[in-house]
């Protein structure tokens, strides 16, 4: 869905933008196309921890154009992916050696969780150091 966006950048200063539709969500970055990627974060964060959240419908950008938060900035609008939301497990056929799925399976037993478990765990845990 796409929600409007306030970006504000002052000389010397890295971006800001903050998400409207989203109280208390806001980003930044040293580019404008890393600001905009770190949105997604933002709400993520903003959603951590709840159940059944049903996002807000984006805002008229009319509406936000004519904030007091819009003063000075520039308005854009974001495609956020709510796909985090969905908590129902589904699932996956994968192919791995079987060398590497019987060290998973060691590994995901010695720490107490299932190998489905680990493995999401562990592409999480890559995803964060992207």
């Given at each position: 869905m796409l929600y409007p966006v306030i970006i504000h950048k002052d000389e010397g200063t890295d971006y800001g933008a903050i998400v409207p539709d989203f109280p208390g969500?806001?980003?930044g970055g040293?580019?404008?196309?890393?600001?905009?990627t770190n949105i997604q974060d933002a709400?993520?964060?903003?959603?951590?921890?709840?159940?059944?959240?049903?996002?807000?419908h984006p805002s008229p950008l009319e509406k936000?154009?004519?904030?007091?938060?819009a003063h000075g900035g520039a308005v854009v609008l974001v495609d956020?992916?709510?796909d985090f939301l969905e908590k129902k497990a589904v699932p996956v056929?994968?192919?791995?050696p079987v060398w590497l799925r019987n060290r998973i399976d060691k590994a995901a037993k010695d720490t107490g969780?299932?190998?489905?478990?680990?493995?999401?765990?562990?592409a999480q845990e890559a995803m964060r150091h992207m």
């Open positions: 969500v806001f980003s040293e580019t404008l196309e890393e600001t905009l709400i993520e964060t903003f959603y951590d921890g709840e159940e059944g959240a049903v996002p807000p936000t154009l004519a904030s007091e938060d956020v992916d709510f056929n994968i192919t791995l969780v299932t190998r489905s478990r680990f493995i999401a765990q562990a």
